[in-house]
Every structure is written in structure tokens, then in C-alpha cells.
Nanobody, 123 residues
């Protein structure tokens, strides 16, 4: 599986961005999809995940109520809508694929990773 993330950029605090992650292959609908982020000098952290059908979503407490994950299985794409952005949201954002049924907040439990897209939030 190859993943291509896009949509990052520079935004003022309080602004919005929409990240996209396009996946190759015909088995996209069989994967749980996740978004993670990593700021300089920090560990990679879980942001959000979505079930294979898109019917169930999971969020880190730090983004709950501001971020929305969604997926379009017909387009092999997962999205992360980020609203009310804060300076502490600035990071390199990665999408990731996890085989199986259940989501995970642990990066090592994901099988494939995209290259990352940079989000910068100015105060």
C-alpha cells in the first residue's frame, strides 16, 4: 500500500485546513486508517482513526471537537478536517494504514505510512 498525504500549509490560529491521504490498491476498504502527527523533538502521537466502513471514529482528547476524520472508500482517500487550529497543532502529519478490525493509538501497530504533510500554525 502506498499513501500520499497532502493539504498541509501555513494557517493562522483559529483557521482551518483539510488534509487528504490517497491510497493505492484495491483493498483500501479493508484497512483501518489513522492520522498521527509529530512535532520537532517530540514523539509521534495519535490524532484520529476511522473504521473500515467509516462508521466509527476515534480522536485524541487534544483534538476532539475540532478535528473530523472521514473516508471515501470509492476514492481510496481518508481526510482530516482541522478547525480552530492552535499553535500546538503544528506538526508533520502522517496518515497510516492498519490491517484488521480495531483501531490503535500506537504507531507501531500501523503497517504502512505516508510521507507526511507539514502543518504550521501562526499565533
Amino acid at each position: 500500500v502506498q499513501l500520499q498525504a497532502s493539504g498541509g500549509g501555513l494557517v493562522q490560529a483559529g483557521g482551518s485546513l483539510r488534509l487528504s491521504c490517497a491510497a493505492s490498491g484495491r483493498t483500501f476498504r479493508t484497512y483501518v486508517m489513522g492520522w498521527f502527527r509529530q512535532a520537532p523533538g517530540k514523539e509521534r502521537e495519535f490524532v484520529a482513526a476511522i473504521s473500515r466502513s467509516g462508521g466509527t471514529t476515534y480522536y485524541a482528547d487534544s483534538v476532539k471537537g475540532r478535528f473530523t476524520i472521514s473516508r471515501d472508500n470509492a476514492k481510496n482517500t481518508v481526510y482530516l478536517q482541522m478547525n480552530s487550529l492552535k499553535p500546538e497543532d503544528a506538526a508533520l502529519y502522517y496518515c497510516a494504514v492498519r490491517g484488521g478490525t480495531y483501531y490503535s493509538t500506537k504507531p507501531y501497530e500501523y503497517d504502512y505510512w505516508g510521507q507526511g504533510t507539514q502543518v504550521t500554525v501562526s499565533s
